[in-house]
């Protein structure tokens, strides 16, 4: 059975940073790219951040390019997302995702994505 369990959501003043990790189990997690996805209220999901299988290429929305760093543990079957510079409107809930194939050329499509985690919140305070 495949598992997506997030962890590391909180509460953080704007400019402050957050971790977030998703421990994957139950199925080759080398073999598969993986991403973030978050949600707010009222608002579509949106892809924020994908990595290839091996790690070798990494993909973001312009909205967080420079302040998130997506990373992979494949030895660990573990998914890291560092969030610095954080600012109100990045509070969402965020998802871990597991996408269909190795590279990530369909990154931030949802259809692209076989597994999603429950979900982590970020709520970012002005």
């Known amino acids: 059975q495949v598992q997506l369990v997030e962890s590391g959501g909180g509460s953080v003043q704007a400019g402050g940073s957050l971790r977030l990790s998703c421990a994957a189990s139950?199925?080759?997690?080398?073999?598969?790219?993986m991403g973030w996805f978050r949600q707010a209220p009222g608002k579509e999901r949106e892809g924020v951040a994908a990595i290839t299988s091996g790690g070798g290429r990494t993909y973001y929305a312009d909205s967080v390019k420079g302040r998130f760093t997506i990373s992979r543990d494949n030895a660990k079957n573990t998914l890291s997302l560092q969030m610095d510079s954080l600012k109100p409107e990045d509070s969402a809930m965020y998802y871990c995702a597991s996408y269909n194939s190795a590279s990530c050329l369909s990154a931030f499509r949802a259809y692209a994505v076989n597994h999603w985690g429950q979900g982590t919140q970020v709520t970012v305070s002005s």
């Open positions: 139950g199925y080759t997690y080398s073999s598969y790219c």
